[in-house]
């Protein structure tokens, strides 16, 4: 039996004079209610919930009752002040945080926080609490499975020459099962023991199962000979298997703009590993479905994945389109170079962008070459000339062979019965003009905003006010040097993602910087440092030249991160690049975005990077 005790009380104290103390607890059962007794006897004091001058709060503390050994309490007061918690004296930020780790005694503990004032006076706050000493390793028995970690995670309809694999985690040390039904199929696992637990494996071949039936899969525990306990523990828990014939798949047609193809159902933090963006109209055949999203078959060797949510169920044949080409042009346009296709049916493509090899590579699934001709004409000025490759007998490549790899964008999109190309014309500047960005359109989107705070720093500061504001000074020292800025959140206001892209993409801009700040990490003095971002390889060496410069700001590194999904900057019309200033989990980067002047420092360094790049394209 344990007593838990709320216990944290205010108090400030002032030249020696205290306010008026309050005291709140609660007690269950008797075993330690001598505990709780101890704990109201002990003077619990904190400062006034308006922050009256002086004034000293807990920003973050362990739970009233805690298994945790040792915590890291964070404090703040204003500055600046003489800070200590336990008698400690510890270092106070600029923002006005401090902290230590403190360890705990077995029962009742008590924090105490104190700030002496440069005149003398003194604000003091004490948390009380109880730490129970637990053994945190978990029991054998009874026996057990957690539930979240059994795969498949979802019901699934899949095809009969596959297998699936079922796992889960359980009991260390036992006898693991995957029933089958109907059918009474039972399958045996593989155990792995670890420290505390056990990795139950199983595959089901599905062949053993017949087609257009639906099966259910659970686990079940069995314990070992000579446990304490007899019987098998099985949770309600139930995954639904239907086999299926590639036949009995339909067709499915997208409906949304911006439909995520991705490679696998894998949920990295920015989504999943994206391989295209589909339109409407693009058709696809299904060849399976699990939960929520349907498989999709690209060609005899390739598949991807699409939410239900993006497509509808087309009605009629369920044979995948396919078509063959004949003919392909490659002409100078207004503004572009421009790369004719034939889009006969609407089948899914993908681009891929390929800098080291100076091209993009253009993929049909359902298409296939037919002594195909290829039209150049004269005055393109970024594309050398196409070349294709039929690579499977339903996969047509198309490979656009640059001029450079020093590319300003470009856009693929359905033109009636074709597939359009547009590779940009660079923008016309002067670097050693006396305006040298005149001539440049660039984007500024300030991340977060609005009921989107973004990370909330140590001290309370809210990403999204210093995404704004930074973005507010790069745009002016941009503006100075004669570029038309456009600010894609202009406010504090909240902002679809895909609108903040699209909005910086029909403002013809010819560059995009999406400024942000970082958060991570454990303890308050661990993670750090800045770091720019790049989702399109034509776009690293942007990433590059401002990262470069943000380092001269005496931040340290984190790295030039590539293949970052982040929708605003996971654009190919345009060169677009992600900042993340620094982080705000750790007290001195923290300490540096809270003070303007370090953020007009970064400004001027990204502005640097942005001049560096464009000495670079213009070699």
């Known amino acids: 039996m344990r007593t838990v005790i709320f216990y944290l009380m205010s108090l400030v104290l002032i030249a020696g004079c205290s306010t008026a103390r309050k005291t709140s607890q609660t007690a269950v059962a008797d075993p330690a209610a001598a505990a709780a007794e101890t704990l109201a006897a002990i003077p619990c004091r904190c400062d006034s919930a308006v922050h009256n001058s002086p004034w000293v709060k807990f920003l973050r503390l362990p739970e009233q009752v805690t298994h945790l050994p040792q915590y890291d309490v964070l404090c703040k007061s204003e500055y600046p002040a003489t800070v200590s918690i336990n008698g400690e004296t510890v270092k106070q930020y600029k923002t006005g945080i401090f902290f230590t780790t403190v360890k705990f005694i077995e029962g009742v503990n008590k924090i105490t926080a104190e700030a002496v004032y440069p005149d003398g006076r003194k604000a003091v706050c004490e948390h009380v609490f109880i730490y129970e000493k637990t053994d945190m390793t978990r029991p054998v028995y009874p026996l057990w499975v957690d539930r979240r970690s059994v795969e498949p995670a979802a019901d699934m309809e899949l095809l009969p020459d596959e297998v699936v694999r079922v796992s889960f985690i359980g009991s260390k040390g036992q006898n693991g099962f995957v029933d089958v039904q109907p059918g009474r199929v039972t399958l045996a696992c593989l155990r792995t023991d670890h420290d505390d637990y056990s990795i139950y494996t199983a595959e089901l071949p599905l062949r053993r199962l017949t087609s257009g039936r639906s099966y259910t899969l659970g686990v079940r525990l069995s314990p070992v000979a000579g446990a304490p306990v007899k019987g098998a523990y099985e949770p309600d828990l139930q995954r639904r298997v239907t086999v299926r014939q590639p036949e009995d798949f339909p067709l499915l047609r997208v409906n949304n703009d911006n439909a995520r193809l991705v490679y696998n159902l894998g949920a990295p933090r920015l ?170 359109k660039i984007a500024i989107e300030a991340g977060h905003g609005g009921s989107n705070t973004g990370a909330v720093g140590l001290s309370g500061l809210l990403e999204k006010d210093i995404n704004l504001d930074l973005s507010f000074r790069l745009g002016d020292l941009c503006e100075a040097m004669g570029a038309e800025v456009v600010q894609v959140r202009d406010s504090d206001r909240y902002m679809l993602l895909t609108d903040k892209r699209r909005i910086a993409i029909e403002s013809g801009a010819d560059m995009l910087i999406s400024i942000h700040a970082n958060a991570g990490g454990r303890g308050y003095l661990s993670v750090a440092g800045t770091s720019t971002y790049w989702h399109n390889p034509f776009w690293a060496p942007l990433a590059h030249s401002i990262y470069d410069r943000l380092l001269e700001t005496g931040l340290i590194e984190f790295g030039v991160v590539g293949s970052f999904n982040y929708t605003v900057t996971r654009a190919s019309q345009l060169p677009a690049v992600l900042v993340e200033q620094a982080f705000m989990s750790h007290a001195e980067d923290e300490e540096k975005l809270a003070d303007p002047d370090f953020r007009q420092l970064m400004a001027e360094k990204i502005r640097d990077g942005i001049v560096d790049y464009l000495k670079l394209v213009k070699k």
Not at 295 to 321: A, T
Not at 337 to 352: A, C, F, K, L, M
Not at 373 to 386: A, E, P, Q, S, Y
Not at 393 to 402: A, D, G, H
């Open 271 to 440: 989504g999943g590993p994206i391989r295209s963006e589909l339109g409407p109209g693009v058709v696809l055949k299904a060849s399976g479905k699990i939960g929520d999203n349907y498989r999709v078959r690209l060609s005899n060797v390739e598949s991807g994945f699409i939410d239900k949510d993006d497509v509808e169920i087309m009605s009629g044949s369920k044979l995948q389109p396919s078509y063959i080409v004949t003919s392909m042009t490659c002409v100078p346009g207004d503004g572009a170079d421009i790369v004719s296709i034939p889009w006969y049916e609407p089948v899914p493509y993908e681009v891929y962008p390929d800098p080291d090899q100076k091209r993009l590579v253009i993929t049909l699934f359902g298409a296939e070459s037919a002594s195909t001709w290829i039209t150049h004409r004269k005055g393109c000025r970024m594309i050398d000339k196409l070349t294709w490759e039929q690579t499977s007998p339903e996969t047509f490549r198309v490979y656009v062979n640059l001029t450079t790899d020093n590319i300003w964008g470009y856009d693929i999109r359905p033109s009636g019965r074709s597939l359009s190309l547009r590779v940009k014309y660079p923008p016309v500047f002067d670097l050693a003009g006396e305006k040298p960005l005149a001539g440049l």
